[in-house]
Structures are given as structure tokens and as C-alpha cells.
């Protein structure tokens, strides 16, 4: 009897709307998730298998990741090399619906994002054999915000594939998003008045897509090549140019690392500023909203 009770409550709660879902997401980073979240609203359940703050180029996987995936209706990821070990764990749980291919399989590179640093045949030549390449374009493309308009319209597309009945919600639910984005954009853009000419020092080329949004550009990286520490004498360059008043900002990434430690002291006792940015949404930065905001703010922060 008291079987029957719950079966009858629990198809009441399905017919009213509560916490019942029809896609269960699995995706690589925490933007992602909260994209899926943000058009699925209450037909989503919604799972990230890294937390923002760690590199997304060689994240630690665990068992219990393959498990997820193997629930998934839904898997989503950056691609372009820049989350590898997703595609692995799609594979080792070899459920056919989120293959490479299936619907159930969104790669949002694949999509019409404007990608930045496409590599010329000489520039991999020169490269070759160095960490973090990436032939086919910088991928940190969903910092840019006119990227994340394209990034959930295709998401409201294939989100209306897997949950017809959904269709209208995540229509209405991504234009109101792409409304929110826009003024997002044009927010920033006037907010970033006082970054104008300003030299911004990187570490790691990760925001050519979020200074963009500003009109904004990178004069120098730390890095050497990709992913390679700097040299003496490179570092000896960004020290001179750091002294010289050629460069006014360090951009950290929330993950740097602490090889990095040294070096960032070096250029603050040059006299560069420093600004921490997170790539990603965290708990902290929960929206991809206040990420953008955060960002900014930090390194108007530093340049005050």
C-alpha cells in the first residue's frame, strides 16, 4: 500500500513540474553547466565534473566521473584540446547516446564561435613539441560573450532535440539569456573605459576572448612558448619593458600554479600590478554574469 502511495505521489509531482527532469547534462567545465541550467531551467539536471579552479588541460579524473556520464542524456565540451580527458571518459563509459556524433554529444567548438589564434603551418612547425598547442585556435572561447550567445543558442537547439515538450521554455529561456548578454556586453565595454591603452601582461594566453569583448588586446606573455616557463632573458625583457612603464597590468590565472610564484613577485617588485582572473565559473562566481564582472572589476582594481 504503501508502495503504491509513493508511485502515485511521485507521478503527481511529475505532472506538476516538481524536480522532475527530462535531460540530465554531464559537462566538463562549470560554464558550461550553468549555460545548460540557465536554458533548461526545471526540465535539467545539471552536473559539472570539474570545479572552475582547476587547469581544464589535464584535470585529475576519478571513476565516479564515468558513472555521471553513463546517466548523461547530455554531455557538453569545450574541444579543441582543451578538455581531452572529457572525450576519454565518454568513451570509457560507452553509453552510445553521448558519443562522438550522437545528439547527445555537443562539442561547442564545432558551433560558428569566432575562434582567435588559429596556428599557421609555421607556427606549429615551431611550436612543435610544446605543451598546450592548440592548432586549431586559442580555446577559451566562451569568455567572449558574443561566443556564449552562440554557444546557447545551439544549446537551446539540441536541448528542444532531446526534450520536445521543453521546446517553448528553452526559446523563452534563451531570449531572455540573449538579452542579458547583450547588455552584459555593452555594460563592460563602457565600464573598461579606463583600460583603454593600457599594456597587458599575461602569463598564459588565456584572454584574448575576454579582453575582446572590450576592444582590448595582449602585449606580452610570461610564458616563453606555451606552457614553458620563461628564460632568463625573456624574463629579463618583460622586467625592462615592466621598468620602462611598456607594461601595466599582469593578468594571473586562478590557477597559475606555484612555479609561477617567483616570477609574479619579480614583476610586482618592478612595479606591474597584478589582476587574478578565473577563467571559469566557480561557487564564488556562480553566473557567467558576475565571472565577467569579477574579471573586469580586478583588473580595474589593479590599475587604480
Known sequence: MCSFKWKLALAFWAMVGGGVWAVTVVSSLPTLAHFAQVIGGDRVSVASLSSGREDPHSLMVKPSMVSKI?????????????????????????????QLGQMGYLDFSSTSVKRM??????????????????????????????????????????????????????????????????????????????????????????????????GLSIQASLEEAPGISPGPLHLANILNQIKAKKLDVLLVDQYAGSRYDAYIKALKKAGCPTAKLSQSTTSQYPTYQTLIQYNLQSMLDAIQ
Open 70 to 98: 553513463r546517466q548523461a542524456d547530455l554531455v557538453l565540451l569545450v574541444g579543441m584540446d582543451l578538455d581531452p580527458w572529457m572525450n576519454e571518459l565518454i568513451k570509457l563509459a560507452g553509453k552510445q547516446s553521448v
Open 117 to 214: 589564434g588559429v596556428m599557421s603551418p609555421a607556427d606549429l612547425v615551431k611550436l612543435k613539441g610544446y605543451e598546450h598547442i592548440h592548432p586549431n585556435g586559442n580555446p577559451h572561447y566562451w569568455l567572449s560573450i558574443d561566443n556564449a550567445k552562440v554557444m546557447v543558442n545551439r544549446l537551446t537547439e539540441v536541448l528542444s532535440q532531446l526534450d520536445p515538450e521543453g521546446r517553448s521554455q528553452f526559446q523563452l529561456r534563451n531570449q531572455a539569456f540573449q538579452q542579458e548578454l547583450t547588455t552584459l556586453k555593452r555594460n563592460v565595454q563602457a565600464k573598461a573605459a579606463p583600460l583603454r591603452g593600457k599594456q597587458i601582461l599575461v602569463i598564459h594566453d588565456a584572454w584574448v576572448y575576454f579582453l575582446d569583448n572590450m
